[in-house]
T-cell receptor, first 117, second 112 residues
Framework: DTGVSQDPRHKITKRGQNVTFRCDPISEHNRLYWYRQTLGQGPEFLTYFQNEAQLEKSRLLSDRFSAERPKGSFSTLEIQRTEQGDSAMYLC???????????????FGDGTRLSIL | GQQVMQIPQYQHVQEGEDFTTYCNSSTTLSNIQWYKQRPGGHPVFLIQLVKSGEVKKQKRLTFQFGEAKKNSSLHITATQTTDVGTYFCAGPPSYNFNKFYFGSGTKLNVKP
């Protein structure tokens, strides 16, 4: 179990630029979640994948955000035309699925900290 | 929309004192999980409760899930400096397993 890894750890970019983050989940985990966390707040749900299918996307997520998990393994989160308000820690988590649809513990990566200048 | 609130927002205790954080959801949850996030770290899973009224213990930590599955609590007996961190409750609403909402968190500071 090598854990969930995220890349890069830090990203500094100018407003208006596009950024892409990568998440490599624990290999046998079929569920993958993206969250956004700002200082002093809890992780905010962004989107959820089961294998390669994106089953849920937060209504808070604007059209500038898109996520993929093309082969049901790693995932990418892209933010287009970044804005100052996008500055946050972006966390990825993975978990095993249950046949009854229930939840298993989520394992988090160390996150990507995005700073918009 | 869905909201999960926790109180208190901050708690400062002397080592050895007890600590409790309360979690309240605006809608019924399918299950509830608790996570701990150390300063500069990522959330780490502590426990999951599924049944209405369920109580689970982990050493000095006691977790409870409310009868209506809308609230939960975490109680720590005789806090230690290693308990420092932010505690989050989290769970999916009963109407949609695919969503997952975290509470606002309670930040615990323990003075030696």
């Amino acid at each position: 179990d090598t854990g969930v890894s995220q890349d890069p750890r830090h990203k500094i970019t100018k407003r208006g630029q596009n950024v892409t983050f990568r998440c490599d989940p624990i290999s046998e985990h079929n569920r993958l979640y993206w969250y956004r966390q700002t200082l002093g707040q809890g992780p905010e749900f962004l989107t959820y994948f089961q294998n390669e299918a994106q089953l849920e996307k937060s209504r808070l997520l604007s059209d500038r955000f898109s996520a993929e998990r093309p082969k049901g393994s790693f995932s990418t989160l892209e933010i287009q035309r970044t804005e100052q308000g996008d500055s946050a820690m972006y966390l990825c988590a993975s978990s095993l699925g249950r046949s009854d649809g229930g939840n298993q513990p989520q394992h988090f990566g160390d996150g990507t900290r995005l700073s918009i200048l | 929309g869905q909201q999960v609130m926790q109180i208190p927002q901050y708690q400062h205790v002397q080592e050895g004192e007890d600590f409790t954080t309360y979690c309240n959801s605006s809608t019924t949850l399918s299950n509830i999980q608790w996570y701990k996030q150390r300063p500069g770290g990522h959330p780490v899973f502590l426990i999951q409760l599924v049944k209405s009224g369920e109580v689970k213990k982990q050493k000095r930590l006691t977790f409870q899930f409310g009868e209506a599955k809308k609230n939960s609590s975490l109680h720590i007996t005789a806090t230690q400096t290693t308990d420092v961190g932010t505690y989050f409750c989290a769970g999916p609403p009963s109407y949609n397993f695919n969503k997952f909402y975290f509470g606002s968190g309670t930040k615990l500071n323990v003075k030696p």
